[in-house]
């Protein structure tokens, strides 16, 4: 069952250079049934990523460049008028794919970033009174610039609470870019990748995951780490029991994709940083991951 998540890696691989930890990560977002958020500078291969796991599991690919002026609407979709039948019909919105893009995420207004909070926890958009459930698989994968804040709308915390990790991809090595512009004169891109696996292989790859055993003390472990940042000095809101259990999830996928049907606690604190630390709100100016760290040092290991 694992060789799914070998091709999986191979083929992304193919078009991204140098990133192995950071699709191995991405990779435990997709089998934990979550989303992932990628907090990076502009041109470092967020968009590729998306596009390049889309194409490798055989899905449908959407990308929405949020600006100010996106409405609700454009993202669920929305009822339009037949003249011909004298009836609304719905027109889907990006939102009805197997893979969607929300890029720059941050630069939409509040108002349209509240749109994906329904479809990214229940897998459904309603729309006038409506429910219709999005197709599954069903994965997003969010960017914003950490660095530019000019002209846009920070995510509210029920925004980030429904992202399984966050993630950078960061700056490539010299021998990395060089491995870039080499593949440029070799006429490779995005259209030449294949398919690795199938939609219903990845679900198979998903409940395989869920089955990964965690042994009580180590999701005493979990519980401990996510219930000291409710009572830390330092945080002003701590991790919600949605992150208990994204973290849960997310090291059952970790311990699968490296071959084990079993969780460890090295497992818990690779993770932790990145599933956690965006759900903080740090108090006086500290760093949501330094409070992370922290707590990881204080905090007995099973």
């Known amino acids: 069952m694992r060789e799914g998540i070998v091709k999986l890696q191979k083929n992304l691989a193919q078009t991204i250079v140098g990133k192995d930890e950071s699709i191995r990560l991405v990779l435990v977002a997709l089998l934990s049934g979550g989303h992932a958020l990628l907090e990076d500078v502009p041109g470092v291969g967020k968009t590729l990523l998306a596009k390049s796991l889309a194409r490798s599991i055989d899905g449908k690919f959407h990308r929405i460049q949020c600006t ?5 609407t454009d993202i669920t979709g929305t009822n339009i008028w037949n003249p011909r039948s004298g009836e609304f019909e719905f027109l889907p919105g990006p939102v009805f794919t197997n893979v969607l893009l929300a890029d720059e995420i941050n630069r939409a207004t509040p108002r349209t970033q509240s749109a994906l909070l329904e479809v990214m926890e229940e897998r459904q958009v309603t729309v006038d009174g409506r429910s219709r459930p999005v197709t599954s698989p069903f994965f997003v994968i969010a960017t914003q610039n950490p660095i530019e804040y000019q002209g846009t709308f920070p ?6 609470d429904r992202f399984t990790l966050s993630l950078t991809l960061g700056y490539p090595t ?7 512009l080499e593949r440029i004169s070799q006429s490779f891109s995005i259209d030449d990748l294949k398919p690795c696996i199938s939609l219903e292989e990845l679900l198979q790859l998903r409940q395989s995951s869920n089955q990964v ?14 219930r000291a940042t409710r009572e830390d000095d330092e945080v ?8 208990a259990v994204s973290l849960h999830k997310a090291t059952q996928a970790l311990a699968f994709i490296d071959g084990r049907d079993y969780a460890i606690p090295d497992d818990v604190k690779l993770l932790a940083p990145h599933v956690l630390s965006h759900r903080l709100i740090p108090a006086g100016g500290k760093r949501s991951h330094t409070i992370v760290d922290r707590l990881l040092r204080s905090l007995p290991i099973p």
């Not at 995510?155 to 980030?160: G, R, S, T, Y």
């Not at 010299?174 to 870039?180: K, T």
């Not at 002003?236 to 992150?243: A, F, I």
Request: proline letters at 10%.
């Open 68 to 72: 100010p002026d996106l409405l609700p």
């Open 155 to 160: 995510l509210p915390e029920a925004q980030m």
């Open 174 to 180: 010299e021998a990395e870019e060089m491995q870039m």
């Open 213 to 226: 055993k965690v042994e009580n003390s180590l999701k005493q472990y979990i519980l401990d780490l996510v």
């Open 236 to 243: 002003t809101l701590g991790v919600s029991p949605r992150g």
